[in-house]
Nanobody, 125 residues
Framework: AVQLMESGGGSVQAGGSLRLSCEVS????????LGWFRQAPGKAREKVAF????????VYDDSVKGRFTIFQGDSRNTIHLQMNSLQPEETAMYYC??????????????????WGQGTQVTVSS
């Protein structure tokens, strides 16, 4: 079974940086769409960043472009999210997601059957 394990959340002051990591186990495919959603208390879940492990293209929400970078780790089943210039409104639970044997053509919650447990990111002002 495919499982996702996130790490790297924590607390940081506004303007600071954090790096999240996600390891996907049990996935035999090389072409996948891996990425991150986030959900703040009382708000809808929103897209953050995604990586197509087939052609390596990336997709970012406009709100994080230029500040966040998603990239593949040493293993094709590991991704990282480098988050710079974090703001208090980005305090949320961050979820790693995976769509195996798939491509990042459609970025929608329903397109991702596999979700991690989430890692908390807290940004203080």
């Amino acid at each position: 079974a495919v499982q996702l394990m996130e790490s790297g959340g924590g607390s940081v002051q506004a303007g600071g940086s954090l790096r999240l990591s996600c390891e996907v186990s049990g996935n035999p495919y090389s072409d996948n769409c891996l990425g991150w959603f986030r959900q703040a208390p009382g708000k809808a879940r929103e897209k953050v960043a995604f990586l197509d492990t087939g052609d390596k293209h990336t997709v970012y929400d406009d709100s994080v472009k230029g500040r966040f970078t998603i990239f593949q780790g040493d293993s094709r089943n590991t991704i990282h999210l480098q988050m710079n210039s974090l703001q208090p409104e980005e305090t949320a639970m961050y979820y790693c997601v995976a769509a195996t044997y798939s491509r990042c053509y459609i970025i929608d919650e329903a397109a991702f059957p596999y979700w991690g447990q989430g890692t908390q990111v807290t940004v203080s002002s």
